[in-house]
């Protein structure tokens, strides 16, 4: 089956400290995964891809393809950084996404 | 560049009626439109893949003769929500394809349009 699992629905965090959103997929060919962020009253938008292995806005994250995992790291989280991510597996034809996570940064 | 938009962004309409959303892709031309529907914390779920000139794709468990696609052009394709009931009632958002290649990867998406029925 073909799913993106993200365990954690709201995320809190104080700023400066760091951030691991978790994301999880279950694919039987070689995976493409995205992490997508929305801001409040914002359209979504692509953060990052595996296949480019860069760092956007301080953001990093590895495709584990034994613990089929693509979690999201930031070492200092910012403000700014607060919004909605979802984490997407791209298949031959469509992107599946996860329920999405709420990150939230406290000053 | 790259940029998506829809309209209307808002949309209130009666039970029974139907209603049409525009997704256009602005400064390129999309060969492939994907849409979406976002329920409340619950995740992006893909409705149909619109391909220009042809017949869109809808997922398993979309009703084909209720949300009906049209993708006439290059840089438009529309959404009409046909008889709607208040359970359409959703956040309904559009993505275009970029790369030209039929890839699910390279996608921008529109602002979105909320929907409510009553």
């Known amino acids: 089956a073909q799913r993106v699992t993200q365990p954690e629905k709201l995320l809190s965090v104080f700023k400066g400290a760091p951030v691991e959103l978790k994301c999880n997929y279950s694919y039987s060919g070689s995976p493409e995964l995205f992490w997508y962020v929305q801001y409040s009253r914002q359209r979504l938008q692509l953060l990052l891809r595996h296949i480019s292995r860069e760092s956007i806005k301080g953001f990093t994250a590895d495709l584990n393809k034994g613990e089929t995992s693509f979690h999201l790291k930031k070492p200092f989280a910012q403000e700014e950084d607060s919004a909605m991510y979802y984490c997407a597996l791209g298949t031959s034809d469509k992107l599946i996404f996860g329920t999405g996570t709420r990150l939230q940064v406290f000053p | 560049g790259a940029v998506v938009s829809q309209h209307p962004s808002r949309v209130i309409c009666k039970s029974g009626t139907s209603v049409k959303i525009e997704c256009r892709s602005l400064?390129?031309?999309?060969?492939?439109m994907f849409w979406y529907r976002q329920f409340p914390k619950k995740s992006l779920m893909l409705m149909a893949t619109s391909n220009e000139g042809s017949k869109a794709t809808y997922e398993q468990g979309v009703e084909k003769d209720k949300f009906l696609i049209n993708h006439a052009s290059l840089t438009l394709s529309t959404l009409t929500v046909t008889s709607a009931h208040p359970e359409d009632s959703s956040f309904y958002i559009c993505?275009?394809?970029?790369?030209?290649?039929?890839?699910?990867?390279?996608?921008?998406f529109g602002p979105g349009t909320r929907l409510t029925v009553t």
């Open positions: 993505s275009a394809d970029t790369s030209g290649l039929q890839s699910s990867y390279e996608q921008y």
């Open positions: 400064d390129f031309q999309a060969t492939t």
